[in-house]
């Protein structure tokens, strides 16, 4: 299921329009969010039994009648923005699509974003909204937060602790704050968002069985909150620093667990739960990482268990606080070998742990990214250097001190201006690559769009700065122009032979099915790239049948004999037509645009991966 939510410009107090009259406002505007239904309370009904049990196709068809989930107005209104219904329906429509797992299936979390592809679909949807049980939703947050890397758009988890079809249920406002959350702000992190907080999901943990403050972040603020005002805490958000693409890391060890450290722990026992096929322990200790240092026996079974290439991970039993060495107790453990957690909570540690395990690092790599934050997942002291770190490396680019006085401010990468314009909008449009590089180690969001919908990349298109584009691509970035405005962009290029600009949305990621108009340069280009002359429109014909240009055709022949291509739908097809002034109009999910010059009638037709 998909929704769509007014975007606000981002700033670091917001006023967020919760209601509005959705007919004054245009595409860019709305959010586009995939919400996937993996069970829990949120869904649950009472069966014939008298007993709790999920149905995903109810839950759908509950959520189309409430006013707040489905407005039929604006849905009218998206159909008619989008005049592509197929693709529409495909997530709108059925049922939610993602088959109800339960939570205690020690499969759940891959099931969730990778077997079933939601996520593949990573580049169609701004944003994602998990539904899921609260007894193990901490440790989906936290292991979801691991396997996600180099996540650049929110992934968050709500559910509720009555059901939603109740009348008390604390479903609907949790599923509406978590869309609004999810739609209106770029925040480049796997949350959870419970009881009108936003949390960050390694720092979650339930602390109630039985009132609706189920879930906290002892160690970390919140996010952000929903509230009269919604307020998103930027300096507090975790920022993409590589020059990466996103990626799912499929693979978690299955073979860790958790020692508790209590008075009468007997060293057999330990030895025992550190056999085969154990390769790591997530240990509770006493207060700030305590442990009986006088019990030499225990040290024993632990320095021999580390010596073996078991990673033994330190943390504290408390609710708040953080494991430090000042104390004996705890200094005895790092002595043997064992890995200080600080103030990771124990699901963090155990899905830390296990992604850790299946990296292809040496021992002691592993052992230093367990003490390291890479998620926001823990609280090390050097996080205060960044700012003189920010600081020296603007001011070696060059660029003017004030503006580095500005860029060191908490957050204020990710700052915009009235246009909606971030500082790497405005960097890529000067083409500096140094300073871009530089930005997006900083955290700056490849995915930030301004008011009209544009990217860092469609500016680099537009400005035809190839080295620019790949690095923003390398960075994770992906064009998300509507198919009919890419070939729209592609039509134009091409008729005024425009190769730059061709050259520069194919290093983008554009897909070239489309031959329009006759330029040879153009044709040659898009040939060798991606286009295919034996797609076919609605009445059979290729576009080799339908052009006289007698060079073309012989180009398009060599390309058939060359064997590259398969037949199927074209997304463009050109006809004869009397020359007409440049006009729109919507016919269904086509887009008939005339164009002046030779008379070429475009027929422009959606296109899906």
Not at 73 to 101: E, G, S, W
Not at 351 to 360: G, R
Not at 413 to 439: F, M, P
Not at 534 to 557: C, H, K, Y
Request: glycine share 6%.
């Amino acid at each position: 299921m998909s929704y769509n939510y007014r975007r606000t410009v981002n700033t670091r107090h917001h006023h967020l329009p919760l209601e509005g009259n959705t007919q004054s406002l245009v595409e860019n505007e709305f959010g586009n969010v995939l919400v996937i239904y993996t069970g829990g309370t949120i869904g649950m009904k009472l069966n014939k039994q008298g007993v709790y049990s999920n149905d995903k196709d109810l839950l759908y068809h509950f959520l189309e009648t409430m006013p707040m989930f489905n407005d039929l107005a604006y849905a009218a209104k998206r159909h008619q923005m989008d005049c592509d219904p197929p693709f529409f329906k495909q997530f709108t429509y059925p049922p939610l699509f993602m088959p109800v797992v339960g939570s205690a299936d020690p499969k759940h979390i891959t099931y969730i974003l990778y077997e079933y592809q939601q996520l593949k679909f990573y580049k169609k949807f701004d944003a994602f909204v998990i539904l899921h049980g609260t007894d193990t939703m901490c440790y989906t947050a936290a292991a979801l937060s691991f396997i996600l890397e180099e996540l650049g758009k929110p992934v968050i988890i709500t559910g509720s602790c009555i059901p939603i079809y109740e009348t008390r249920s604390d479903g609907q406002d949790n599923l509406l704050g978590a869309l609004i959350m999810a739609a209106s702000f770029n925040i480049p992190e796997v949350c959870v968002f419970f009881n009108n907080h936003l949390f960050r999901g390694n720092r979650t943990r339930k602390v109630s069985a039985d009132t609706l403050d189920a879930f906290d972040s002892p160690n970390f603020p919140a996010l952000g909150k929903l509230e009269m005002l919604v307020t998103v805490y930027w300096d507090l958000i975790q920022k993409p620093s590589t020059v990466k693409p996103f990626n799912v890391h499929t693979m978690l060890s299955q073979n860790v667990a958790v020692l508790r450290v209590f008075p009468n722990l007997s060293a057999a026992v330990v030895r025992a739960f550190l056999q085969d096929p154990i390769q790591g322990i997530v240990m509770q200790c006493y207060g700030a990482g305590n442990f009986p240092d006088e019990n030499l026996e225990l040290l024993s079974v632990l320095q021999e268990a580390c010596d073996r290439g078991i990673i033994v991970v330190n943390t504290t039993q408390c609710r708040r606080g953080t494991v430090s060495i000042s104390y004996a107790g705890a200094k005895s453990l790092l002595d043997v070998g064992v890995v200080a957690g600080y103030d990771m909570t124990s699901e963090a540690a155990l899905a830390k742990l296990s992604y850790v395990l299946t990296k292809p690092w040496t021992l002691q790599e592993k052992k230093e990214f367990m003490s390291r934050n890479i998620r926001g997942e823990l609280t090390v002291s050097d996080d205060i250097l960044k700012d003189q770190h920010l600081t020296d490396g603007l001011t070696a680019l060059g660029l003017d001190f004030t503006m580095v006085g500005k860029a060191v401010k908490p957050g204020a990468v990710l700052d915009k201006n009235y246009e909606g314009r971030t500082a790497l909008h405005l960097a890529v449009r000067e083409g500096n690559l140094a300073t871009i590089q530089y930005l997006i180690k900083q955290g700056a969001l490849v995915h930030s769009k301004d008011i009209w919908g544009r990217q860092p990349l469609l500016d680099a298109v537009y400005v035809r700065r190839f080295d620019v584009i790949e690095l923003l691509r390398k960075s994770g970035a992906h064009l998300t122009l509507h198919p009919q405005k890419l070939a729209m962009e592609l039509n134009e290029a091409v008729w005024e032979g425009d190769l730059e600009l061709i050259k520069a949305f194919w290093i983008a990621g554009a897909s070239f099915n489309a031959v329009i108009n006759w330029k040879m340069e153009c044709v040659e280009y898009i040939l060798q790239h991606a286009g295919n002359p034996l797609l076919t429109d609605d009445a059979g014909r290729t576009v080799q049948q339908l052009t006289v240009n007698t060079r073309i055709i012989s180009l398009l022949e060599s390309a058939v004999a060359a064997a590259r291509w398969t037949k199927g739908k074209a997304a463009i097809h050109v006809e004869d037509s009397p020359a007409a002034s440049v006009e729109e109009t919507a016919e269904g999910n086509q887009l008939m645009v005339s164009l002046n010059g030779n008379g070429v009638k475009v027929n422009t037709e959606i296109l899906r991966d």
